[in-house]
Structures are given as C-alpha cells and as structure tokens.
C-alpha cells in the first residue's frame, strides 16, 4: 500500500453523467487488480475531511484512471481538479475480484458506477457476457471506452432510452433461462447498488452458480480501522475495506 501526491494529467466528461481522471504513479498502478480501490483526499484541508474511495477503471503501463460521478460535494470539488493539480492518493487497497476462475464462463453484472472495476476486469480477463444496467442513455460509456470487450456488452436502462428497458436483473434472468450450460459453468461477477446485487445473487442461487459481489460500503479509513464499513457475513460483521469489497456469494450472510 502507498500514500503518494500524485499530479493530475486529465480530468473530463465522458458522458453527461461520468467523469474521467487520470494520473501518473508506478507504484499506485503496478500489480493492481480489479475491484481494488483507492482513497483520494481531493482537498488539503479540512472539508471534506475524509478520503473517498473509488475503484480502479483501468491501468495502463503508470498511468491511473478512475471513472466517476457527482455524488455529493468531493465529488463536485474533483470535477473542478484540473490537469497539473494535486492529489493525495493512498493504494492499492481491498481485495479484488477473482482473475482466472477456472474456464468457467465469466457473467459480469454492473449497475451504476459498479460499473467501472468491471470494466477493468473484462479488459484484462475473458469475458463471455457483460450486462449493463443505467437509468437512462446518459449513463452509457461511449463505444471507445468499451471497445476491447464491446461484443459482450448488453444494456438495459429503466426508461428503455437505451437497450432493453428494465432492470439488469431480468437481462441475467432471461439470459441464464437461455443457456443450456450447467451451473458449473459460469461464474458471475458484479457491482453497483446493493439491492441489485442482492436480486444477482438470488438469481445465481436459484440457478447454483458461484459469483462474487463488491460491497462498495460508504467508508471513512479504507484502511480497517475505523469500522465504518461493516457488511455481515458468515464469519459475523466484518469490514468491507480490508476483507472485500469482493466477497464471494457464499461468504455473504443472508440479508445482510
Ligand atoms: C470501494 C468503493 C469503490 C467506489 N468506486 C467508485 C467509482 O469507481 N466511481 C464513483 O463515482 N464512485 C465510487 N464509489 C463511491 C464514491 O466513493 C462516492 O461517490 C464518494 O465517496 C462520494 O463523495 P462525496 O463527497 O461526493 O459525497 P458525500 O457528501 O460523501 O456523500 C453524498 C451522499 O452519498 C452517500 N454515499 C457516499 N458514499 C456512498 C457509497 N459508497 N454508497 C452509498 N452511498 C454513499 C452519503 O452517505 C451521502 O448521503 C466507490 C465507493 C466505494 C466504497
Ligand atoms: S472504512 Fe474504516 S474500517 Fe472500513
């Protein structure tokens, strides 16, 4: 793990809704893996206090990038971080998702900005499915971002402005109803809202496959120490930043 002030080399929309910020670190970049974060303290001073986390986007040689969206007032001050800017930035941290599983075939399911340690993972690794879930057409990464991977991705948007309309959920429903495989022969992977991924994980249950979920719990440390972001699994409550954010399905209590 490394504490390092990094400079900002880009910062800048990439849809109406997702900004993207990149930097240059070695240290912050080498043997990362998707679904680990990072903890960025976007101002030197006092407000906001704490360090956000977001999840790695991608890595490319010493180059960092995080996807992200306005979510409160850090995140509104980080869009106005221009290139030459400072940051703070402590990584790489948590444990990632898994990279090979076992010629398995890998269902990513993303919603919201889950999206973005998917992407990661399905540039990096085979990807056989990758269904996306938005509001609207808003959301939707351009063709660039995606084209490594783009002939896996399926959208949905809740208002049909885009793909299917509907829930991402019932995209894996109809798409797991089609597949005449066995149930060891998938692996699903996902991020994004809590309540998406607790209908993924029903659905992976009712059908027998193994996964694993990132559970981007709000976190102050990132680090263990603090217990602000505590998630209930089998082995009793445990924190989110140090044990996860990815936890296996089977590792999850129910209605945790
Ligand atoms: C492991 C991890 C990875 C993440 N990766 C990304 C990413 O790649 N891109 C991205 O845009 N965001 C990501 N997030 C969420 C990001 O950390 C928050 O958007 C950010 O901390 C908000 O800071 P803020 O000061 O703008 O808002 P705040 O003022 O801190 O919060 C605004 C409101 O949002 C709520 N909130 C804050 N964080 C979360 C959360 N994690 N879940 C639910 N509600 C929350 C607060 O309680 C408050 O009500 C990630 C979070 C975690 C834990
Ligand atoms: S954020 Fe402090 S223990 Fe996880």
């Not at 490594?148 to 208002?159: G, L, N, Q």
Request: hydrophobic share 35%; with cysteine; glycine share 12%.
């Amino acid at each position: 793990m490394y504490d390092e002030t990094v400079t900002i080399l880009d910062n800048r929309k990439v849809n109406a809704e997702y900004y993207k910020l990149s930097f240059r670190s070695k240290r912050l970049a080498k043997n990362v893996l998707p679904g680990q974060f990072l903890q960025m303290k976007i101002e030197e001073g006092y407000d906001p206090f704490l360090r956000r986390p977001f999840s790695y986007y991608r890595t490319v040689g010493d180059r960092v990038e995080i996807l992200y969206e306005i979510l409160g007032m850090g995140t509104k001050l980080l869009t106005e971080k221009g290139k030459g800017g400072t940051l703070k930035v402590l990584g790489p941290l948590g444990r990632g998702f898994s990279r090979h599983v076992e010629r398995k075939k890998r269902i990513l399911v993303g919603g919201g900005v889950g999206v973005p340690p998917l992407v990661f993972l399905a540039e990096r690794y085979d990807c056989y499915q990758f269904l996306i879930g938005t509001k609207s057409r808003k959301e939707i990464l351009p063709s660039s971002e995606i084209k490594k991977f783009a002939k896996t991705v399926r959208y949905t948007t809740e208002d049909g402005s885009f793909g299917k309309k509907g829930l991402v959920t019932n995209l894996l429903e109809d798409l797991l109803k089609k597949e005449k495989g066995n149930p060891q022969d998938y692996f699903i992977q996902t991020c994004g809202p809590n309540r998406m991924m607790e209908r993924v994980m029903e659905i992976a249950d009712h059908h027998g496959i193994e996964g694993e979920a990132s559970w981007d719990e709000t976190m102050a440390c990132g680090v263990g120490v603090c217990l602000g972001c505590m998630v209930l699994t089998r082995k009793g409550w445990t924190a989110s930043c140090k044990e996860g954010p990815v936890f296996r399905f089977d590792e999850m209590e129910k209605g945790h």
